[in-house]
């Protein structure tokens, strides 16, 4: 009987994923190290991660105060002139840099804010994944 709600339990947490990477983006924060990287990812088929549903959001709340075309260069903060995320086209183009400058250890972006550990794990999905639109 143990051993049959041992694999229940199993089976449960296995077909959740282990509660890594599967709630969608929040707006509040959750403490994390400057943008640590996540375990090795799995594209899996069928993802709800896309520009639409949660890249697009991504970019607004942690990007575009310095990465937008509306923003002079002396109202970017140090971002360099062109480098905007107004639109998933721009974004596309960026790519890599994306990925290496928001998660490791050396992650330098955003250099305000951390962060939260959800969006962290979903962008990186999202960008290694080949960035649906």
């Given at each position: 009987m143990i051993t049959k709600?041992?694999?229940f339990v199993f089976l449960n947490i296995l077909a959740c994923g282990g509660?890594?990477?599967s709630n969608p983006p929040t707006n509040s924060p959750t403490p994390s190290?400057?943008?640590t990287p996540s375990e090795d990812l799995l594209c899996l088929e069928g993802t709800f991660l896309s520009y639409g549903t949660f890249a697009q959001d991504f970019f607004q709340h942690y990007c575009l105060m310095c990465h937008s075309s509306?923003?002079?260069e002396n109202d970017r903060y140090g971002a360099k002139v062109g480098m905007?995320?107004?639109?998933?086209?721009l974004?596309?183009?960026?790519?890599?840099?994306?990925l290496s400058s928001v998660t490791g250890d050396s992650a330098t972006m955003p250099p305000a804010q951390t962060i939260?550990?959800?969006d962290?794990?979903?962008i990186e999905e999202w960008l290694t994944c080949g960035f649906p639109p």
């Open positions: 709600l041992y694999f509660g890594r990477g190290a400057k943008n509306a923003r002079t905007d995320f107004d639109s998933y086209e974004i596309a183009q960026y790519n890599e840099e994306i939260n550990t959800t962290l794990r979903l």
